[in-house]
């Protein structure tokens, strides 16, 4: 098969993926092949290749928001048949005896294992997965629409439900990439003002398109105080606007997986009044049957923007620089 592979981190300015052949993965125990048709890019990938977090090992063939179609089973698979379409996300296996696991917490199993980190991920022809571990995908989408609800879409959801936001409260958002923009739709929906902080004019034209009720670059700007807030950005530094703009008993999540250090906070500016921090650390396979779900019945598409998968390194460049309105698919099949 060919495939986008990372033999040394590296910015991914320096086009550090490198266009290769490598023999068709064959799947083990409970295992499924799939021929991978599309794959969304992710910052999570951009940390990974940049060097932000360290996979177990190199050479990797990175990529997390995989949709394609189940080609060959492993032994004892009872669930899957060839030709199922189906999702790959970042969490790929979870113990399922820890403490954590049977609390119905397998994000904080400290024996799990993910997508285009420990194991080879879908920029390439091919991918295998956990059979209890893929996601049957709803009719409504096509394979680019479907592929960024895999980790934009589930972590997103995570966040939103990690903020507390009560009812009717008005939600904040930092940064407005891939994540962002399907939580504004899903809090929309659910009868949420959102008011978005970005830097770019482009993604505040996006925010306002999508039903935004204000957007800015000043968090000290936003006219109302916030129920609940979300940061996207991996910038620490964000961290203390976001808490000043949350009303008296208003919760920040914190949605990536690497964030630059948080600065100092005083204690009683930003945080009295019970003002909360959730960090969230991936997520569980019912945050993506409940996402999953949730978009489908409102019918919420991402936007995409669809690059060949020779060109990952283009894509993931334009991501950095935000110049990717929503959400960057790299297409692989025929």
């Not at 394609?68 to 899957?80: E, F, K, S």
């Not at 030709?83 to 199993?109: D, K, P, Q, S």
């Not at 409504?140 to 592929?147: E, F, K, P, R």
């Not at 997520?283 to 049957?289: K, S």
Request: charged share 20%; net charge negative.
């Amino acid at each position: 098969m060919h495939a986008m592979i990372l033999n040394k981190a590296a910015p991914i300015e320096e086009m550090p993926l490198v266009w290769s052949e490598r023999p068709d993965p064959v799947p083990g125990p409970g295992e499924v092949r799939v021929a991978v048709r599309c794959c969304a890019i992710c910052r999570t990938d951009l940390h990974v290749i940049e060097g932000d977090i360290h996979p177990p090992e190199l050479p990797i063939i990175p990529g997390h928001q995989i949709v394609g179609v189940v080609d060959a089973l492993g032994p004892d698979c009872r669930r899957l048949a060839p030709g199922t379409r189906v999702g790959i996300a970042w969490l790929r296996h979870a113990c399922g005896v820890c403490r954590f696991c049977v609390a119905g917490r397998e994000n904080l199993c400290e024996f799990s294992h993910y997508t285009g980190f420990h194991v080879d991920g879908g920029f390439a022809e091919y991918a295998v997965v956990p059979e209890a571990f893929a996601y049957e995908l709803p009719d409504a989408y096509d394979d680019v629409s479907a592929a960024p609800l895999l980790c934009a879409g589930i972590i997103g959801y995570r966040a939103l439900e990690r903020c507390n936001l009560r009812a009717g409260a008005p939600l904040g958002i930092f940064g407005f990439g891939s994540s962002a923009h399907i939580v504004l739709s899903i809090a929309r929906r659910r009868g949420h003002e959102v008011y978005v902080v970005t830097r770019g004019e482009g993604h505040q034209a996006l925010a306002r398109e999508m039903g935004a009720a204000w957007c800015g670059t000043d968090a000290g700007q936003i006219p109302t105080k916030l129920g609940a807030a979300i940061i996207f950005a991996p910038a620490g530094g964000i961290v203390p606007a976001a808490l000043a703009s949350l009303d008296r008993g208003g919760t920040l999540a914190l949605a990536g997986i690497h964030m630059s250090p948080i600065p100092s906070l005083d204690y009683d500016k930003f945080l009295y009044g019970e003002r909360d921090i959730h960090p969230v650390t991936a997520n569980t396979r019912v945050d993506g049957r409940e996402l999953l779900t949730e978009v489908a019945a409102a019918g919420i598409k991402p936007h995409t923007v669809v690059y060949p998968l020779k060109d990952a390194n283009r894509a993931l460049q334009d991501m950095k620089a935000g110049r990717i309105e929503g959400t960057g698919v790299l297409w692989v099949g025929a």
